[in-house]
Structure formats: structure tokens, C-alpha cells
């Protein structure tokens, strides 16, 4: 179902055991919607309630790099502040 006011598409789906995990699948106007195409990498991100599939590289992505980098640079400093 796509809401006219916004670019959202929505669609009821249920959670299916594939192997030793749980997925859903994703319609082709859902990947459209969302700008996605098939075997594009992704980051999944989830919170209580909330599951985000974002572009591999995007905001979350950048983040967790950019603190990977910073933890490496002061690495010195913050063994020295757990002291």
C-alpha cells in the first residue's frame, strides 16, 4: 500500500524461520519504494520494536568507522583514563 502524502510504502508481512534464522521478504515495490535493488549490501540495524535497513556506507555506517579511527588515534589516552 503506498501513502500518496509521502513517499512511504507500507505492507503487512509476517517473520518466517529460513535455516537457523528469522527473515522477511521484501516486494519489489517495497525495494522500489525504498530505492533498493536486489544484492545490494545493506546494514541492519535494530532497536526494541524497530528493525532499519540502511545503504551500506550511509550515516550509521560512517559513524561507526569514524569512532573506529578515533578510538585507534587516542588509544594511548583512553588506556590511560581507564587507569
Known amino acids: 500500500m503506498r ?5 512511504t510504502f ?3 508481512k509476517r517473520l518466517r524461520r529460513t535455516g537457523n534464522s528469522t527473515g522477511v521478504t521484501l516486494t519489489r515495490g517495497a ?3 525504498a530505492g ?3 544484492d545490494e549490501a545493506v546494514t541492519v540495524t535494530a532497536t526494541r520494536g524497530k528493525v ?3 545503504p551500506e556506507g550511509g550515516a550509521y ?7 573506529r579511527a578515533a578510538l585507534e588515534q587516542y588509544r594511548y ?5 581507564g587507569e
Open 61 to 67: 555506517d560512517r559513524t561507526v568507522e569514524a569512532g
Open 77 to 81: 589516552a583512553f588506556e590511560k583514563l
Open 36 to 38: 533498493f535493488s536486489e
Open 10 to 12: 507500507m505492507e503487512k
Open 3 to 7: 501513502h500518496d502524502d509521502a513517499k
Open 31 to 33: 525495494l522500489d519504494a
Open 52 to 54: 532499519v535497513i540502511t
